[in-house]
């Protein structure tokens, strides 16, 4: 209890802070969806008094540094964001991790049904990506967001049977080599950004969506098993710094995508201690 | 050491020493869905199988997927 105390107390004195940097979230328009990134590397000591007894919990479960500081920057960074948007304290955003099907606390972070916000969060190398848009009525969204770091070692292995459908396969292998790195993270990044919209996750096989060729604006073709579903969700292709590859599905009225560098907010130095 | 060890560690980049039925998505963060998928792969090429949706889907620890193989009649 004591510990819990001492958190809370340390955290609340941060708020005046906190809203003091409030105005480094510009405001989340209706028909907006805003993508924040960072890097790992702005990870710090109290990024880790923002999350709760969940967080904390999951947090000590990785047995790596590197991987800690990943999730502690995701969450920190979802909290920062959310909470700027919902106008209350970082640590008092109500994520709710309940996987859906086992009831343990490492499912896809999410606000309550009835939160007038949508978000997905996505990090991979040194890369962490928060999308987060309105849903509420006149605007209902679901959002996902994937970052990738292009590896070219995966991309000539057999993932590509598994990630896509017969008709992509094709496509796949008429590109040269050379293209061909680029070309299966930009469908597996598309396909897993609809997949985390939709809340699908790798509970539905890859292979069941078809999408544009990766080269053409990103498009879903065709869902087998949900005939009709193309036309309600739209794909945008994200850049953040070479090397990787991005993007995001929105579900529902589509939104302008507007990219934010979170380097100040979670920088924010003149808020480390020590 | 096991096959099954060599393509964990191989794929998620951790040392074979840390190899152990619990390692598994919460535990190590360089299991994402992507390395997942390709570690699956691995494990079709690897021991000549084909899994089901079913089984790409449950095996989320080294355990599991241990599992899943012994059920195919492959003692690891």
Redo the contacts between chains.
Sequence with gaps: MRENDMTVMTTWDLFDDLLACAPEVPELQTDECQVWWTSLAHCADWHTELLDQTERL?RR????A??RD??TMGAALTRLVLAAHLGIHPASVPLDRTCARCGAP?GRPCLRADAPLDFSISH?GDLIALAVTRNEAGARRAVGVDV?QISAA?AG???V???LSPAEVVEFGQLSITARPMAFFRY?VRK?AVLKATGD???V??TELTLSGPDQPPRLIAWQGRPGFSGSVTIHDLEFKPGYAAALAIIGRDAVVSCHDAAVLVGMPRLSHG | VSQLAAIVSDILGIPLNEVNDDVRPATVGSWTSLRHVQLMAAVEETYGIKLAARELRSARSVGKLREVLQNKGIEI
């Excluded at chain 1, 479960?61 to 790596?64: H, I, K, T």
């Design positions: 999951r479960q990785y047995l790596r590197a991987d990943r999730f490492h991979s990738e995966i292995e057999a993932p049977d598994i990630a597996w897993e996750g790798l509970r096989p890859m």
